[in-house]
């Protein structure tokens, strides 16, 4: 029950004026609603994850891996062989449970299990279920080498340098 003392009457200023403020307040709400709403949509848009390494880098120039040169780069899991003028990079991650294969006399050898691999990858003992992966190496236009890890290539194909 309206107190007549304390409240317009229906239709007076004072209540014309709550109901625009209270309608305008409502609106503003629904409004900031929604544009917070696009926000933080728009922060899904971009990933924020740290990938690891990039698989395509530059190993330097050919002239650093003299003729038969075998040189295991651990940190990128990849050997480098260079026979004459012939190039190619070599992984260097044990096929059986990823442990990072180590250059022997005879090619490469995996501390964890036992495997062994000849001078190309290919298995020649222990429990290794295939060949070293092959990855495409190219000379970039600025004279250096690039591998690709993303490109696995045929065992055997060099690069020609
Ligand atoms: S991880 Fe290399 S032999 Fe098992």
Not at 91 to 103: D, M, Q
Not at 110 to 138: E, F, M
Request: proline share 7%.
């Amino acid at each position: 029950m309206k107190n007549p003392a304390k409240s317009a009457p229906d239709g007076a200023p004072e209540d014309v004026n709550r109901r625009k403020l209270l309608s305008w307040l409502s609106g503003f709400g629904l409004f900031g609603s929604a544009v917070i709403a696009a926000l933080a949509n728009l922060i899904f848009i971009k990933p924020r994850v740290t990938y690891g390494a990039p698989n395509r880098f530059s190993i330097g120039k050919p002239e650093d891996f003299p003729p038969g040169a075998r040189i295991a780069l651990d940190t990128r899991r990849v050997c480098i062989v260079r026979d004459g003028d012939s190039l190619a990079a070599i992984s260097t991650t044990c096929t059986h449970l990823g442990c990072i294969v180590a250059v022997s006399e005879t090619g490469f050898a995996c501390p964890c299990h036992g495997s062994h691999y000849d001078q190309d990858g290919n298995v020649t003992g222990g429990p290794a279920p295939r060949a070293l992966s092959w990855y495409q190496l190219t000379l970039a236009p600025n004279g250096e080498l690039v591998v690709d890890k993303d490109n696995e290539i045929e065992a055997g194909k060099y690069l020609k340098v």
